[in-house]
């Protein structure tokens, strides 16, 4: 693993004070919360040394120190992977896939950690057709555990018509994805017939949704659809418009909405998303709505002026996006996954150059309870000592 390097720092580490009596044990907190600045903040596992309560019989102040959890994830996490997706399941595991550079399969790798991911070997699940439908273009799969069962979703088109992109489901019912078979449920059925691609499903209130990109008219590549599921593969119901490209930063190159992921807190439903070419220009923005809206209504959803995610000098990292969620093995952490390239300069389609490495970060929080992206390659000084002021009192 290469040597870490920092680019930020904790600017302060929430006070930890606990009120015992005589006799009386301590219950320190799993986790602290970190700051950026005193308006974006973090929370992280501590490891507390050990309390002699021996030592604990005069009342007045005692310090207590803990080793706050690292994040020390390998910097990319997994090249020539474009979208990358991580699903971290009750068996312990991390499951991890994305787009192979020859878009030709369907890969799957797992570990328990997520600096595993980086050298796990790799088991390829489902290959293209030789022709018709699924074909060409096996582009950004997701693997999800709906019922007791594994799915993955992706877009495929034909070799015949390699634009004609739509987004299909496979399923398996084996407890262990890498080796069960994998069964074709086939295209999702959706109310148009023309270019889709980037489907991603999600909860909320028993009902299951399915969130994807869409073409619509010639001037432009993709806005976004919701829906509920009737089953994993089947639409209960029409689609609804979630978004479309609008701002300048949405339409360089061509006007793009894509890539939906889905993270759920604060009592709200957030939906990063992708817009405009994969080139350097590529950046992701995000929607938000109340999680007692109603989800088929655009009224519900409110997008980001800017784009919340974009490339960055100061990293040498470029055109950021098409991400997923997930937690750090101790489950305190949320996770930032997403792909981006080591430089801007791209020769021919930028679609086909393979230096899309999938990587990983801290998310950050706002006060105001939206999610903080930072910048792509963020890495914060996390060595740091935490203490607890135990007041042992009368």
């Not at 499903?201 to 993709?222: C, D, E, G, P």
């Not at 950021?320 to 801007?344: M, Q």
């Amino acid at each position: 693993m290469a040597k870490k390097k920092y680019n930020a720092e904790i600017k302060k580490i929430d006070q930890i004070k606990i009120k015992l009596k005589p006799g009386e044990r301590a219950k320190l907190p799993e986790k602290v919360k970190i700051y950026l600045t005193d308006e974006i903040y973090s929370y992280r596992g501590v490891d507390w040394e050990a309390i002699d309560y021996q030592q604990l019989t005069e009342t007045g102040n005692y310090r207590l120190k803990g080793d706050l959890h690292q994040l020390d994830y390998p910097e990319p996490l997994v090249e020539q992977r474009a979208d990358p997706y991580i699903y971290r399941h009750q068996d312990g595991y991390y499951y991890f896939t994305g787009s192979h550079p020859d878009y030709d399969q369907i890969v799957l790798r797992r570990s328990q950690t997520i600096a595993g991911l980086k050298d796990a070997a790799e088991t390829v699940i489902w290959q293209k057709h030789a022709a018709g439908k699924m074909s060409q273009h096996i582009w950004a799969p997701e693997i999800h555990f709906i019922n007791d069962k594994w799915y993955i979703y992706f877009a495929a088109s034909k070799t015949d018509d390699i634009w004609a992109l739509r987004p299909y489901v496979l399923e398996c019912s084996a407890a262990d994805p890498l080796q069960g078979k994998w069964v074709e449920k086939g295209e999702i059925d959706l109310n148009f017939k023309s270019f889709s691609l980037d489907a991603t499903t999600f909860t909320h209130q028993n009902k299951r949704y399915l969130v994807w990109a869409q073409k619509v008219n010639n001037n432009t590549i993709s806005n976004l659809y919701i829906g509920e599921l009737a089953n994993p593969w089947q639409l209960k119901d029409k689609q609804f418009l979630l978004s479309k490209p609008e701002y300048d930063w949405e339409t360089i190159g061509f006007d793009v909405n894509e890539g939906a992921a889905v993270l759920k807190r604060n009592g709200k439903i957030f939906i990063s998303f992708s817009a405009s070419e994969t080139s350097a220009n590529y950046c992701m923005g995000l929607l938000e709505a109340d999680q007692e809206s109603n989800l088929l209504d655009k009224n519900s959803w409110h997008k980001s002026e800017q784009p919340v995610f974009s490339s960055s000098e100061l990293t040498s990292l470029y055109g950021p996006g098409h991400n997923s969620f997930t937690k750090s093995e101790d489950g305190i952490t949320d996770l930032l996954v997403y792909h981006a390239r080591p430089y801007k300069k791209i020769e021919g389609n930028p679609l086909y150059d393979p230096n899309r490495h999938g990587r990983i970060q801290e998310l950050f929080w706002q006060k105001n309870g939206k999610p903080y992206f930072a910048y792509p390659g963020l890495r914060v000084d996390d060595r740091k000592v935490v203490s607890a002021e135990i007041q042992l009192a009368e």
